[in-house]
C-alpha cells in the first residue's frame, strides 16, 4: 500500500485544491483528509456520509463543588494554570485542562471527577472521486494527533478493503503534532511551497521533519511567478538537498473559481494548469511507484 | 491591550496583517509571534535579537537505587510516557506532557526533573518596540508548552515596561490556537471570501467565541469570487473591521519580504483606521450595557 500525503509548513499554498485535483487524476484511491482541525477538503469533494462515530480520547478534570474542602492543593499542582478560583471555590478551565490527572489523583477529599470526553467526530463517506475519511475535531479541543493516527489507520483498513493501493491524504499546516502523526511511515510527502520569504522558510522545516522521519519528499512550488528571486532561492534549496522539484504552478485564481464551483481544478478547466498538474501527478506516481506495487 | 491575530484558514494573511499593524501602532508595542511551528514575522520586520534561550519541558528522570516499581507513576501518566515492566522503568520522553504528576506520586521520591528542549525562544527590539518569538524544535510534537514559555516571557517584559501587545497566532482552531489567544484583549479573526476561508471562518469563530472577548473580521483578499463572509458576519454580530482588496501587487510585495503598510505607502492610512478601529472595538467591549430610554 502507498500513502502519499500532501503537506506545506505554512497554510494557504494550496494543499487542498491540489490534493483534490491529485484525488481526481489517480482514478482510484482512498482519500483521506487530516487536517482535522480545519478540514476543507470536503467543500470540493461533497461526500455522502455512510458511517459516522464519535471520536473520544482523554479525560477532562471537574471539581465537584459540594465536595471541595477548598485546600487549594490542585492549584499549585496544576502545571497548565487551568485551575483558578472563582467564588472562594477552585474551577478547572476546560480550554486549559489537558487531563493529565494529577489533580484527580492527588485531591485529598476525592472531589475531582475525571470523564471521557468526545473531542470530535470521524466520517467514512463516498464521493464522485473515490471513498473519503474524514474527520472533524470539536473546535478549540485537543488529541489532533490521536484523530489522524486514527483517520490513517481507517484509511488503510479500507483500501485493503476495497483493493485500492493509493491512500491519498490532505495534511494539515505546521510542524507539530497532527503533522507528525500525518508523515510518520507515509510512502511519500508532496510538499506545496510558495515563493515567498514564509514559503521558503516554512518548507525547509517541514524537509527537516520529513527527514527525521526518512520520508521521502518532492516539492510543488505552487504561485510560482509570484517571486522570481524566492523561486530561484526553492530551487536553489531542492537541488543541495536532492530533492525532486515535482512542478511549479502559476498564481491564478482558477484554483479559486474551482474551489466555487466544488470542482478539482482538473475538472473544472480542460488544459493549461490542468496539464502542469496532470504532469506533477505522473511525477509523483514515479516518484512513489503507483500502481507498480500493490 | 493585547491583540491576537489569528484565523481557521492558514494563508489567509494573519502574518501580513500583522506586520503592517506593527507599522502603523502609535504606541509602544511588544510583538510576537506565536506560531511557533512556523515563524514568520520575522522575516518581513527583520528585529535585531538580544537574547535567545531553549524552552524546556520538565520531564521525569528515575532513579533506579530508590525506586520499588510499585507502579504508580505508570497507573497516572494518562500520555503513556513512563511505564514500569518488572523491574525495569521504561520513560518515553517525547511522549511526556511535563504535568509532574508522576513526580508528585511517587512514594520513594526515585523521580527527579530533567528537561526536554522544546525549541528556542528570541527576543529582541525593532527601533524603539520590542520582538519576541518561539521556534518549536523540528520533531518536536507540542507546541502548546513552549508558547506557554514564551507568554511567561511576555509578562516579563510588559512588567519591565508595560506597552501593547500584537500577537501572531497560529492556523486552526485547536489547542496551539486557543493557546495563542486565550490572554488577549481583542481578537481580530482574518479571513478570504473563498468556501474555505469561510467555512474555517465558521470554526474559528465558534472555537474563540467560548472565551468571550470581543472579535472583529478582517476581510483579506476581497473581490475574489466566492462565498459571502459579509453575510455570515451580519448574522453572528461580527463586526468587519476592514477588507483588503484582492491585488496582485500586494502578493508580489508580500513575496518580495515587503510590509505593506510601508511598501504600498498608499494604503498606510487603510492600515492606521483599521488599528484605531480595533482599539474601539476594545473600548466599546469594555463599555458596560446601559439601557437606552
Known sequence: MIEVVVLSGKGGTGKTSLTAAFAHLANGSVICDLDVDAPDLHLLLQPRQMASEPFISGHEARIRAEHCNGCGLCMTLCRFNAIAESDAVPRIDPLRCEGCKTCVALCPSQAIDFNPKQCGQWYLSQTRMGPLVHAQLIPAEENSGRLVALLRQKAKELAQERQLSLVLSDGPPGIGCPVISSLAGASLAVIVSEPTPSGEHDLVRIVDLCDHFQVPVGVIINKADLSVDYHRRIETFCDERTIPLLGSLPFDTVFIEAVVKGRAVTEYVPDGIADDIRRIWAAIEAMAKIGTTV | ?293
Not at chain 2, 100 to 129: N, Y
Not at chain 2, 160 to 177: H, L, N, Q, R
Not at chain 2, 235 to 257: C, M, Q, S, W
Open chain 2, 1 to 293: 491591550m493585547k491583540v491576537a491575530v489569528a484565523s481557521g484558514k492558514g494563508g489567509t494573511g494573519k502574518t501580513l496583517l500583522s506586520a503592517s499593524l506593527f507599522s502603523v501602532w502609535k504606541d509602544p508595542l511588544v510583538v510576537v509571534d506565536l506560531d511557533v511551528e512556523e515563524p514568520n514575522l520575522h522575516l518581513f520586520l527583520n528585529p535585531e535579537i538580544s537574547g535567545t534561550r531553549t524552552a524546556e519541558l520538565e520531564i521525569p528522570v528515575v532513579d533506579a537505587a530508590k525506586c520499588d516499581y510499585c507502579g504508580k507513576c505508570a497507573q497516572l501518566c494518562q500520555f503513556k510516557a513512563i511505564n514500569v515492566l518488572g523491574e525495569v522503568v521504561l520513560t518515553f520522553t517525547e511522549m511526556c506532557h511535563g504535568c509532574g504528576g508522576c513526580l508528585a506520586v511517587c512514594p520513594r521520591g526515585a523521580l527527579t526533573s530533567g528537561s526536554r528542549p522544546l525549541g528556542e525562544m528570541r527576543w529582541g527590539r525593532i527601533g524603539s518596540d520590542r520582538f519576541l518569538m518561539g521556534a518549536l524544535r523540528v520533531g518536536e510534537a507540542m507546541s502548546p508548552p513552549l508558547m506557554r514559555v514564551v507568554k511567561q516571557k511576555l509578562q516579563g517584559m510588559l512588567s519591565e515596561a508595560a506597552a501593547d501587545v500584537i500577537i501572531d497566532a497560529p492556523p486552526g482552531v485547536s489547542c496551539p490556537a486557543v493557546n495563542a489567544v486565550m490572554d488577549s484583549d481583542v481578537i481580530v479573526l482574518v479571513t478570504e471570501p473563498t468556501p474555505f476561508g469561510l467555512h474555517d471562518l465558521r470554526l474559528a469563530h465558534e472555537a474563540f467565541a467560548q472565551l468571550g472577548k470581543p472579535m472583529g473580521v478582517v476581510i483579506n483578499r476581497a473581490g475574489l469570487p466566492g462565498s459571502d463572509v459579509d453575510d455570515y458576519c451580519r448574522a453572528n454580530h461580527l463586526r468587519v473591521l476592514a477588507k483588503i482588496p484582492f491585488d496582485r501587487r500586494i502578493a508580489e510585495t508580500y513575496a518580495a519580504g515587503g510590509v505593506i503598510a510601508e511598501a504600498m505607502g498608499e494604503l498606510r492610512p487603510f492600515f492606521s483606521d483599521l488599528a484605531d478601529q480595533i482599539r474601539t472595538l476594545v473600548e466599546t467591549a469594555a463599555q458596560p450595557l446601559e439601557i437606552s430610554r
